[in-house]
Structure formats: structure tokens, C-alpha cells
């Protein structure tokens, strides 16, 4: 069992920064693949980037690529979406997601593939 706490969201205007933070529980998290996932207000939650258990492969969806950057310190059981150039369209709760997987696994952008959540975090981005 993993519990993910989600913190760093916030109002921020337009082209703004934000970092948000997702703290685990387990002491095995490097064990764990983790997801960054988003819903907004009356559409359904979609994938925003993911990161490999050693943090040495990452992956984007096409509307944060070259703004958003994860990061993880296993040590620390942290892992880290630095968002910069924050665009309206960027407003919702954020979620990160943990997935127990192989050290070859490939990155997995579906978020039925994800065992454990967090309650998410409220991004607001004014115009």
C-alpha cells in the first residue's frame, strides 16, 4: 500500500510558475512508477506526464510538453511537477499516481494502469 499527499497548488496567473509536490508513504517508492494526471471542471481526468523508477525516463502529453518537467528523489520519496508558461487551460486538480513496476517497465500513460492516488491538488490559472 502507497499513500500519496499532493501539495504546491495554488492561484497563479497566466504564464505564471507553479511547483507541485507528491509525498509517498513507502519506504520501497523507488519500486514505483508515478503518474501526473489532471481533470478540469466537467471534462474527465487525462494524463499530464509520468516518470520511470529511477527517474531516468520521463514522458509529457502533447499540451505540457516543453512547460512542465518531472522530477523525483527516491530518497526523499518525492516526486516533483515543476510547471512554468501556465496557460488557463492548465486549471484543474492534479493528481499523482504510483504504479509498482519492473525496472524495464515502459512508461504507462493510462490511468487504469495506476494502483494508488492521491486526493489531488487544485490548479487555478487566471488569464
Known amino acids: 500500500q502507497v499513500q500519496l499527499v499532493e501539495s504546491g497548488g495554488g492561484l497563479v496567473q497566466a504564464g505564471g510558475s507553479l511547483r507541485l509536490s507528491c509525498a509517498a508513504s513507502?519506504?520501497?517508492?523507488?519500486?514505483?512508477?508515478v503518474g501526473w494526471f489532471r481533470q478540469a471542471p466537467g471534462q474527465e481526468r487525462e494524463f499530464v506526464s509520468t516518470i520511470s523508477r529511477s527517474g531516468g525516463n520521463t514522458y509529457y502529453a502533447e499540451p505540457v510538453k516543453g512547460r512542465f518537467t518531472i522530477s523525483r528523489d527516491n530518497a526523499k520519496k518525492m516526486v516533483y511537477l515543476q510547471m512554468n508558461s501556465l496557460k488557463p487551460e492548465d486549471t484543474a486538480v492534479y493528481y499523482c499516481a504510483a504504479k509498482r513496476t519492473i525496472l524495464t517497465a515502459p512508461l504507462n500513460v493510462h490511468e487504469g494502469s495506476y494502483d494508488y492516488w492521491g486526493l489531488g491538488t487544485q490548479v487555478t490559472v487566471s488569464p
Open positions: 513507502r519506504s520501497t517508492f523507488s519500486y514505483y512508477a
